[in-house]
């Protein structure tokens, strides 16, 4: 360690690092941009923090105007939330994410291996089909599986939901994981197969490893767009099978509304995708430029 | 370095030096090369090509489960209806306005959150966090936060802030629907094209931006010439995954309006619901489905080989 650093950066404080780019973020200029990112972030995020907010409330002071700035916070809201059957939809949500998001990794990593190592003309067609697939409007095909369900006998089942909602997701997953295995170098294949690996052995000691963050960031859009998933679930579930966005619905509608407990109840079922979000930012980035821009 | 591909001829010349027949094995070989990917593939044909065989099927017959016994054969007809339809053709229009209007206006003020937040300041990270928030919220909570919380017309936030300035209060549901719902859509597509673009300008080479500080370019044209090329590919790909999910749009048109006042608000995914689970008219229904498959097909053709040209070029 020396005390006289020829590094500048390291050393100064924030106003030095901005020195050498006087066109962005100094001086003025720079403070009143800083000001106006401020001003719209918080724009952005205000109806949320407005709902968590109306989610402490009592029903009286949620609906009232003016608004109500200071208040009492109680957790009544949430208990009712509770005491009203959320968990059964929380279940089945959490199911119906977390077997489609494994089923869809499980599918989608061999194709995607598959697709990587074959830059044949095959290969853009296979892709380019998958992406299709995501360009048919789900409503074309809720009737065929609306009767088709029924006549199975799987209406109201997490089933249903949970091939459906791997169908979804896989392409984008296979789009996804084709680049992240496109990023590895032939020559750890090479070493793998030297040491007389197999397929799955190089899939799963070599491969899996190093696409890791890729797979993180994948299973994540995967399990953001199934907790989300409102259309299936309406119209192919009922008492047994609903998840939460329903749930959400359903409180809307029952007894007239319940601004307080709706926003509680909104609150607890964005709850699992903001936190992994805001945790995994990173990950959700690379995950929505599908790897395929570095 | 070698490729995947090269490792791969490799060993397939490896294989040749057997006994069997160059034929046999190359076939041998190309479908052990497929053999991963046919579960994903076989999957996908099940569940997304088999329902709309079965669609087509469905909107020749005329079938309406209101009608016991009336399930029959009828050609084209339901498909001459829905061109007389003009609730159809409303749908239709309103599609491409909630479409085009959300993933641009979400775009623009993408590009211009992620300039802003392409800056070291204080509190970096905690303002993009917030921004990503509307992103990450469930849309079936955000239409509920929009159309109860914000624009409700007598206790909601937005009618008393725009009563601070002596604007009297609107019911904006009902008043404009259409845009209430693009309030909503723009509110949560923002953060995904904000994030796209971001990673766009993070890659960017910083040498390149200072070369062109050095040659005395202003921020306007650096921008102009420099940086928004580069976004070029990132901001394709917003709008072309953007415009796959908005043109489906549903939740908040189910909530926030229900297609109403009347149909007013009902795009093309909201009105073949309304066919289906509410009018029970099947025949109708899978005609629409039919129509707006046909016609997403030809706009996506023409988007994915936009994007198509862009990934090739970068290889």
Known sequence: MTTTSPDIRSSAGPAAVRAPRPDRGAGLGGGLLTVLTWVVAIAFFFPVAWMALTAFKQESEAASNPPTWFFTPTLDQFRAVIDGGAGVFFANSLIATGVSTLLVIALAVPASYALAIRPVKKTSDVLFFFMSTKMLPVVAVIVPIYVIAGRLHVLDTIWTLVVLYTAMNLPIAVWMMRSFFQEIPGEVLEAASM????????????????????????????????????????????????TVPIFITSTMTSEGLFLARLSAASLLASLPVLIAGWVAQKQLVRGLSMGAIK | MSTLVEKHQRREAERRANVKTPAQIERGEAWRRRAPLLPALIFTIIVTQVPFLVTIWYSLRSWNLLRPGADRFVGLS???????????????????????????????LGIGLALLLDRKFVGQGLARTLLITPFLIMPVAGAMIWSVSMLNPTYGMVNWLIGLV????????????????????????????????????????????EAAQMDGAGWGKTFVS??????????????????????????????????????????????????????????????????????????????????????????
């Open chain 2, 226 to 315: 420099i940086t928004l090329p580069q976004l070029r590919r990132y901001i394709e790909l917003g709008v072309l995954l953007g415009a796959i999910y908005v043109v489906n749009t549903f939740d908040q048109i189910y909530l926030m309006t229900a297609g109403g006042p009347g149909t007013a608000s009902a795009n093309l995914p909201f009105y073949i619901y309304q066919r289906a689970f509410l009018g029970f008219d099947i025949g109708q229904a899978a005609a629409m489905g039919v129509v707006v498959v046909i016609a997403t097909i030809i706009v996506a053709t023409f988007a994915l080989r936009v994007i198509f040209r862009s990934f090739e070029q970068k290889d």
């Open chain 2, 78 to 108: 339901n498909y001459a209806d829905l061109f007389a339809d003009s609730t159809f053709r409303q749908a239709a229009v309103n599609s491409v306005v909630f479409t085009l209007g959300c993933v641009l206006a979400a775009m623009i």
């Open chain 1, 195 to 242: 040491d007389g690996a197999g397929l799955m052995r190089t899939l799963r000691a070599v491969l899996i490893p190093m696409v890791a963050p890729g797979l993180a960031a994948t299973a994540l859009i995967c399990v953001i767009f199934a907790w989300n998933e409102f259309f299936f679930a309406l119209n192919l579930t009922a008492a047994r099978a609903a």
């Open chain 2, 166 to 209: 002596g604007i009297n209060p609107v019911d904006w549901t009902s008043t404009y629907p259409v845009l209430s719902i693009l309030i909503a859509l723009v509110w949560q597509w923002t953060p995904f094209m904000m994030l796209l673009v971001l990673a766009g300008l993070q890659a960017q080479p910083k040498d390149v931006l």
